[in-house]
């Protein structure tokens, strides 16, 4: 800038020596058009100045529009404290959620209990429960934006919920602290919390959930933990079906239905043995069969209670 003004100076004083009338003239113009490039250079340095400083501050959203998807999944709800602030009303039937640009929450992805009813404390468990260390980095599962970080002494503890650009929101529960705050965007596999064991809890693990507009998804109708991956690149969400996993293991063959997400036992599958987490009810939804049809295959009356390595009769 100051040698700018010392070029403009030592213009004007040397076309004053060519005569008083077309120097004056001339000298205006100059210091014009140079004031003019000043304004328009000073007018492009603040905007690079203030986008930078958006950028550090991770809230420049227009300079990453490949992660930041439609503005109208940003409203409905965006400003609740609710785990579910939608409406009932607004569900659809069914949609089709692509789930491709995943990452895993936890690499160990080891499975402490699973989704569905548990009976022994009279009410749902709507997500699965990773076994973790206390610390552990938890990882958001798809790109998105952090709707809520809060704290519920007997829920969740600390935790963290996203909504992603496919529709979905996730929700982190039990951190020992959350490394992201509300309204920061967020890509796939970027630390969000730090694993913990707190609100109600009796150890450290991660309570991960997938929902839909508010229904709670059986994450592994989404995810194969044992493998680490997705199941298929898009899952189809229905309310007749949601609570289901899936399973393409050799033994079990899928019965498609509502879009391909119920999956049965195959033909040759007899029984199954019970594994740390199930209950009856979670089961016999598994394998399409009801709670009471279970319990008569296996001479189980209404208060029995089953144990994990136990083999039920599914037939």
Not at 12 to 22: D, H, K, P, Q
Not at 299 to 314: M, P, Y
Request: with cysteine.
């Amino acid at each position: 800038m100051e040698i700018l003004n010392k070029i403009i100076i030592a213009g004007g004083i040397a076309l004053l020596t060519m005569g008083a009338g077309v120097a004056d003239a001339q000298t205006v113009s100059s210091r014009k058009s140079h004031s003019a490039v000043h304004k328009e250079l000073l007018a492009k340095q603040n905007s690079g100045k203030e986008q930078i400083r958006l950028i550090e501050n991770n809230t420049f959203i227009d300079l990453i529009e490949d992660l930041e998807p439609e503005l109208d999944i940003y409203t409905e709800g965006w400003n609740s404290k609710r785990v579910n602030p939608f409406s009932e009303a607004d569900v659809p039937a069914s949609a089709v959620i692509d789930v491709t640009g995943y990452h895993m929450p936890h690499p160990a992805c080891r499975v402490t209990s699973n989704y569905g009813y548990r009976a022994k404390f009279g009410r749902m468990h709507k997500g699965v429960d990773l076994g973790i260390k206390s610390n552990d980095t938890i990882y958001a599962a798809f790109d998105g934006k952090v709707r809520l970080t809060a704290y519920e002494a007997k829920g969740y503890g600390n935790y963290v919920i996203m909504r992603h650009p496919n529709g979905l929101e996730t929700v982190y529960g039990h951190l020992n602290k959350a490394l992201v705050k509300p309204d920061q965007v967020v890509r796939a596999g970027q630390p969000i919390g730090l694993g913990g064991s707190t609100g109600r809890s009796t150890g450290p693990h991660l309570h991960f959930e997938t929902r839909f507009m508010g229904y709670a998804i059986n994450p592994a109708a989404i995810f194969d933990f044992a493998n680490k991956t997705t199941h298929t690149d898009t899952y189809t969400f229905s309310k007749k079906t949601y609570q289901q996993p899936r399973n393409y293991a050799p033994s079990r063959q899928p019965s498609k239905s509502e879009g391909g997400n119920t999956y049965r036992a195959g033909a040759d599958v007899d029984t199954y043995t019970v594994k740390k987490g199930d209950t009856l009810s979670s089961i016999a939804k598994a394998y399409g069969l009801s709670a009471t049809t279970l319990r008569k295959l296996n001479n189980l009356g209404s208060s029995s209670t089953i144990r994990v390595g136990q083999e039920l009769k599914l037939k």
